[in-house]
């Protein structure tokens, strides 16, 4: 059975107004139009839903019985119609991204505020991990699109680039490297005990690629950028980091000199499922912050 919400429509306004032509009218349609509304109604159904008479039109048992149900099949249409419309119009929704841990602190905050306020009734699930955990939660479909330092390839998700992030080295202004001037090469920072970050991140794995076959001098191995910054600051070593990570060593006691060596230079992309479109509201979270990339 096919029932339209224009029969479902043309059979409640005739059971509030009894009335053939006053319920056509309500219905922008002409008597006759209206009547063959009715009856294909009827045939649907299965019986009659109205007594006619010369002077009145009363709902039958069945149509009566039928009134409660039509009401509420409406009002469930135009309440999904309208739902689709608050997505569309991104007054409702929700996103879902993951982010390196070094964007989601620094720059990515400023732009979800301004979404936020452009769109109070979105909601916005950040994910702040590491770049294989941003890929996976795309490929599992718990994130919308992810902010990662892996190129994945698999058919199955869309990867384009993002930006790219040169490095620095961090140290105290009364440590010797403070004296140069300029850029630093990536080898000589090789004769000084290094504060590294684990080796699950991505930063790591691209300075240790950039120095292969040779070695840093590793002191400590941490999870956290705050914490490499307090041991930097207390002179346990220096450290060798991303542009975008460097808010977290704004400190009088420290000093950031740019690092310069073949390959050095940490790749981001936006990965996104290949087989499944944006929702409206993703999709207005990407292109504010397509727009708005760092620059190198």
Same mark, same amino acid.
């Given at each position: 059975?096919? %029932?339209?919400? &224009?029969?479902?429509?043309?059979?409640?306004?005739?059971?509030?107004?009894?009335?053939?032509?006053?319920?056509?009218?309500?219905?922008?349609?002409?008597?006759?139009?209206?009547? !063959?509304?009715?009856? #294909?109604?009827?045939?649907?159904?299965?019986?009659?839903?109205? +007594?006619?008479?010369?002077?009145? *039109?009363?709902?039958?048992?069945?149509?009566?019985?039928?009134?409660?149900?039509?009401? &509420?099949?409406?009002?469930?249409?135009?309440? #999904?119609?309208? $739902?689709?419309?608050?997505?569309?119009?991104?007054?409702?929704?929700? *996103? #879902?991204?993951?982010?390196?841990?070094?964007? =989601?602190?620094? /720059?990515?905050?400023?732009?979800? !505020?301004?979404?936020?306020?452009?769109?109070?009734?979105?909601?916005?699930?950040?994910?702040?991990?590491?770049?294989? $955990?941003?890929?996976?939660?795309?490929?599992?479909?718990?994130?919308?699109?992810?902010?990662?330092?892996?190129?994945?390839?698999?058919?199955?998700?869309?990867?384009?680039?993002?930006?790219?992030?040169?490095?620095?080295?961090?140290?105290?202004?009364?440590?010797?490297?403070?004296? =140069?001037?300029?850029?630093?090469?990536?080898?000589?920072? =090789?004769? /000084?005990?290094?504060?590294?970050?684990?080796?699950?991140?991505?930063?790591?794995?691209?300075?240790?690629?950039?120095?292969?076959?040779?070695?840093?001098?590793?002191?400590?191995?941490?999870?956290?950028?705050?914490?490499?910054?307090?041991?930097?600051?207390?002179?346990?070593?220096?450290?060798? *980091?991303?542009?975008?990570?460097?808010?977290?060593?704004?400190?009088?006691?420290?000093?950031?000199?740019?690092? *310069?060596?073949?390959?050095?230079?940490?790749?981001?992309?936006?990965?996104?499922?290949? +087989?499944?479109?944006?929702?409206?509201?993703?999709?207005?979270?990407?292109?504010? %912050?397509?727009?708005?990339?760092?620059?190198?």
């Amino acid at each position: 059975m096919n %029932l339209s919400t &224009r029969e479902l429509r043309a059979f409640v306004a005739l059971a509030d107004q009894r009335n053939f032509t006053r319920a056509a009218a309500l219905c922008h349609l002409s008597q006759p139009a209206f009547s !063959a509304l009715i009856r #294909a109604l009827e045939e649907h159904v299965g019986g009659r839903l109205f +007594d006619r008479t010369t002077r009145q *039109v009363e709902l039958t048992a069945e149509g009566e019985a039928f009134l409660r149900a039509a009401q &509420r099949l409406l009002s469930d249409a135009e309440a #999904a119609v309208g $739902d689709v419309r608050d997505h569309v119009a991104r007054r409702r929704g929700r *996103v #879902a991204i993951a982010a390196l841990p070094s964007l =989601a602190a620094g /720059w990515l905050p400023p732009l979800l !505020a301004r979404f936020h306020r452009e769109h109070p009734g979105i909601e916005l699930d950040v994910a702040d991990v590491l770049s294989d $955990d941003c890929v996976a939660r795309v490929r599992a479909g718990s994130a919308d699109f992810a902010l990662a330092s892996t190129r994945a390839q698999t058919n199955g998700l869309r990867t384009e680039r993002f930006c790219s992030d040169q490095f620095h080295a961090v140290f105290r202004r009364d440590h010797p490297l403070a004296r =140069a001037s300029g850029k630093l090469k990536l080898a000589e920072l =090789a004769a /000084w005990p290094i504060v590294q970050l684990a080796r699950s991140s991505s930063v790591r794995q691209y300075v240790e690629a950039a120095i292969y076959p040779n070695r840093l001098q590793t002191l400590m191995e941490l999870e956290q950028l705050s914490t490499v910054a307090a041991m930097v600051r207390e002179g346990l070593g220096i450290s060798i *980091v991303p542009s975008l990570t460097l808010f977290h060593f704004d400190h009088p006691e420290l000093r950031a000199r740019p690092v *310069v060596s073949t390959g050095l230079k940490r790749q981001v992309f936006l990965v996104r499922r290949a +087989d499944r479109a944006l929702s409206s509201a993703a999709q207005g979270l990407y292109e504010l %912050l397509m727009a708005n990339r760092p620059r190198a």
